[in-house]
Structures are given as structure tokens and as C-alpha cells.
């Protein structure tokens, strides 16, 4: 699991431009929206493509997100659960 | 109609009311994001935006860093920017990604595929409710763009224009972007040879 | 300051060519919402608004001969903008008895794109179809319609995505203000293309189902396609030339919302702003307002944050209020021509057309939209809406 953070830490920080954040920095408990990182609503659909790319997870409507982007921890285990890649 | 800040930014040199703008270039990193960094300011959104929204961005926030937020007449300026190139870098990298081979077409890609994107970011950080458009011309056309931001000024409620002609395709990436204001008096005066001087003039 | 009137109207969507279908469709509560049809794509699950012609039909009813390098997009421009020169008598030679500087003020932000995906493969390999990639910038999408008829001084070309048209009809408005052009055919075109079809999906904001702007279950939008042009004068100029006007463009405002790059506000700052400085550009109270043409795309945020903006400028006065969006599809760049139009057609014949597939209210608003095709009521003043990504909102005030 530790490994999947760490991976989708980096994941994040490329496919949403976050330059000047390192995977140390993003707390895996914390809340991805709400301040935090900054993060808007295409973020979250950019989100929704990298789980589709790289996990073969593929979320119909857009308000899934909410539950499964709560933290980077959260969405690690959901992912775990679901890929089927 | 005057001139009552500029500022023009290239791949060579950024110049701000005719004066050098000096700035640390990185080997390996983008001269916009440079420019970005030396300016210190804290908006990490400025490295999701593609290269007219940067141009625009970096542009306006070189003319207004140093204003007095209070003297600034925000709610009745106008944007309007102008280019050749409408957001062909960004069609086209959205084209791509919507290819079969690699079908993963990417919602913040898509969104920079409209030119006019950038004048609502310039608006966004600047709290900018007033008017805002984009031109598509065949090429840079000073007695246009003068036309143009003399028929904003039509309405009474506009009283200042920011104007920008801004390009970013393959290997093009300038802005010249005007503060205009009425009147004559504190500025050059807005009209087409002035403002092909300051488009042509190099450093 | 001059009166702007408007002498002649012309339009073509999924409703059919020209106003009489138009009118037929809008009252008869048929919308011209269905399964795609001559989009090639594989996205075939989204109910579109297409218009139902091929570009060789139109080539036909225009008689273009089928060799002509043409976009569906400029096809369909020149349609809806030779409906509006007739009705506005600029097609005989009496017109250029005055002389008049006639300018054509265009919008759109996909212009070519068709062919260039059409052909775009065969350009890297065999570079035999470059008259077609050649039309893929928007300008030339605005010179292809000015050269079918041949009478325009002046052509510009604006592109705000989907407030463009509205921002077409008010440059054009302003042009004449400013004594710079005697009559000016405003508005916009837009076919619909796999780039923006891929694009608002990735947005995931397409409802699979017909739309239900102003629905409390609405799902998002569904596109269509179209043009629709209107000939704006001066009030003097048309008296001049003896024309009857139709109508008055009585007011404008564009605004900004500065928000998001395409989300609006949960406020309607901008969408406010645009209504307000357009009553105030007309001289008009809110009370004088007889009915809304709402943006209303049936996407869960524009929705909201129109409604929450109308309600807070006409508080406990609010007018009918429809979006005429889930019988035409979402036009895009010529959405403000396709409703100003339409606008204009409820104005001169007394109607208000029904906000189709509205089911449950919304429950952030206090209002519903306008329900069962009122007809009743006399309407003299009319507000069209028209937003678009980067926070580009227009609104356009018709009034008789």
C-alpha cells in the first residue's frame, strides 16, 4: 500500500502540473480538494483519466470522484479494490 | 486615447515602458516559468495554463505588480486580446490526444483549446468583472486593434482597456499588452504607428 | 445615442432552415434533438442536434457546384445569413442605391475544424487535400460567407466559444453607434466536430438522454450544430431606406465572471453583471422584462448559477424564464444568433417557448421555467443570455 501512495503521489503531481510539490509534501490523510493543493474541477476530471489510464477503472459520473478523492490514501485503497490493470 | 503602461515579453527580452527587464535564465528550464519564478509570485495555477494564458498572465502582472490596488479602476476595464494563431498549440496537442492509437483525451487540455481562455485568466487573478473578447486576425494589425478598443470605449462604462496582441504557435511566443486609457495627458498616444514602433522595436 | 433595429433575421439548426420551420418546430413543442446521424464518430451514445442536411445538399439548395472547397460550417452560414439579407432586401440591386457600408461580424470557434479532421491524415502523407486544411482557421470560415455574397466592406471575426455570436451582435450594434458601418450582419456558426463532441465528454458534462435544462436530475448538455445572422441599422438609416424594422436591439453588456476557466460561479457574478448592465444599457427595470432566454445548457453548474443570478436581480419578480436548448442542442459559437433569433420570433409573434423535458424543480431556486407554450401574453421585451468558457457573458436585450 505504502508503494501505491508513493506511486500516485508522483502520478498526481505529473498529470496535474503540480511544479513545485514534492510526494513528500502531500499529506496521504489530508483532503486532495478543499485548500489543500489547489486543486479545481478539472483536476478532478484529470484524476478520473489517470484512474482510467493507468488502473483500467473507468467512473461514469463525475460526482464519484468525491467519495473516492477524499485523500491520496483513500484513493489508493480504492484503487487496490477495483483495478483491472 | 493614450498608453499608460506596456509591456512586451519574447523569447528575447521583456521589456516593461521601454525599460530591460532582466531575469536569471535557467539552462533546461522554460523561459516563461523563469520569468515566473524571478517574479515571485504564488500561484501554482500558472503551471497548468498553456502558453497564451502564461504570455497574458506574466504580461499583466508585470504591469500591474507595482499599481496601488485602490487606484486601479478593476470593475470598468475591458480585456481585449488579439492573435493569428487563435489556440492552434493546444488544438492540435488535444487532436492528438483524441487519436485512436492513444485515445486518453485530457479535460485540461481541452479546456485551453479556446483562445479565449486567457483573457478570463488575466480576469480570474485580477478580479476583472468588465468586459472581455478575442480577435482572430490575419496577422498583427495595429489600426485594427486601435478600432477595436476605440469601440470598446463606446461604452461609458468602460473606462480602461487592457489590450494585448498575444501569439503563441510553434516557434512565435509574444505579447505586447497595453493598458489604454481616455484622454492624452501621462502616456504615448494609442494609435497604429506607435503601437507598430513598440511591436517592431528590438532590445 | 442612435437606435439600433433590426430589419431582417435569418437562421438554421436542428429546427429546420429558416424561421417559418423554426417558429413551427418552437410551438409545436418538436424538438429537434436525435441519434447522430452525419457526424462520423464513435461516439454514437449522445443524442445531437444536427442540422439535417448534408453539406452536398446545401452545396445543392445554394447552388455551389460539389467541386467547391466549402466547411459545413460556412455552408451553414451562408444559408442562415442569405435568409437574413432577403428579409432585409439586401439581395436586389436597389440596396446599393444608398451606397450602404454593409460589414459582416462573424462568430465561431471551430471554423474548418470538419475538414481538418476529415483530411488531416492525408495532409501528412499526401498533402492532396490542402485547399480543405487551408479553411480550418476561423476567418476564413467568416470570408467564405462575405465571398458568397459579395457586399461586405468590412469582416471580423470573434471567438469567445459559446458566447460569440452575442458578442458579434453587439460589436455589430457598437459599429453602427460609432458610425463606422450603416448595416451590419452579426451573429455566428458552429458545426459540430469529434474535437469539441471528445472535448465536452472529457468535461463530462454530455447527457445520454435529452437534456432537462433547469431540472433538478438535469445530466448536462447536448450539442447541436447551426448559424443564425441578424441585419442590425440605425433606426434612421432604415426609415431611409424604407424598410419596416422588426425589432429593436435595445441593450447590450458583456462581463466577466472570474471564476474558472470554464465552471461559472456558484454565485452568477458574471452572469449577473451581464443582465443588470444590459438593462441598464436598454434604460430598463427588471419588472419590464417579459421573458428570459435563458443560457440553460442543462449542465448542473451553468444551470445553478443562472438561476441563482436571475434571482438575485429580478428578486421577487421574475419573468418567464426558458431555455430553447432541448429543441436545438447547444449551438456553441452560434447559440447567441440561433436565441436571438428565436428571441426575436417569441417577441413578434407574442410566445414564450417551452423549457422541454423540465420534470422537478430545482431545489437551490425558487423559480421554474416556463412551462406548456404561454401564449397569451403580449411580450415587448426580451432578454437573451449567452455564457461562455473564460467567463465570457453576454446578454442582449430585443424589444418591440
Redesign the interface.
Known sequence: MEELILKLKKEIIEV??????KPEEIDANAPLFVDGL?L????A??L??LM??NYGIKLK??SQGKEIFKSVAVMAEYIQANRTK | MKIRKYCKIDREFVVIDGALYPFPKEEGTHFLTALYRALSVDYPKFHKMDTLSKLGFLASELIFREEDENILMFDNMAIICFNRSSSLEYDTKFQDSIEAQNYYPSPSVFVYTLPNIVTGEIAIRNKLYGETSFYITPHFDAVQMVRTVENAFQDRDTQSVLAAWIEAYEETQEVLMMWVEQGKDGGMPFLAENINTLYNKSF | MKEIVITGTGIISALGLGKEQTLNALTNNRSGIATLHYLKTAHTEFPVGEVKFSNEEMKQRLNIPETEVTTRTSLMGILAAQEALQQANLLTPQYALLHPKIALISGTTVGGMDKSEQFYADFLENNSKNDYIATHDCGTCTEMIAGHFGIFFLLETISTACSSAANAIMTGARLIRDGRADIVVAGGCECITKFHLNGFNTLMILDHELCKPFDAHRAGLNLGEGAAYIVLESSEFAQKRKIEPLCALSGYANTCDAFHQTASSSDGIGAYLAMKNALSNAHLQPADIDYINAHGTGTSNNDLSEGTAIERLFIDQIPPVSSTKAFTGHTTSAAGGVEAVISILALQNNFIPDNLNFKEKMPELTFIPSQENISHKTLKHVLSNSFGFGGNDTALIFSK
Open positions: 496535474l502540473n503540480l511544479e513545485d510539490v489547489g479545481d474541477s478539472i483536476d476530471l484529470e478520473i483519466v482510467e489510464k459520473d463525475a
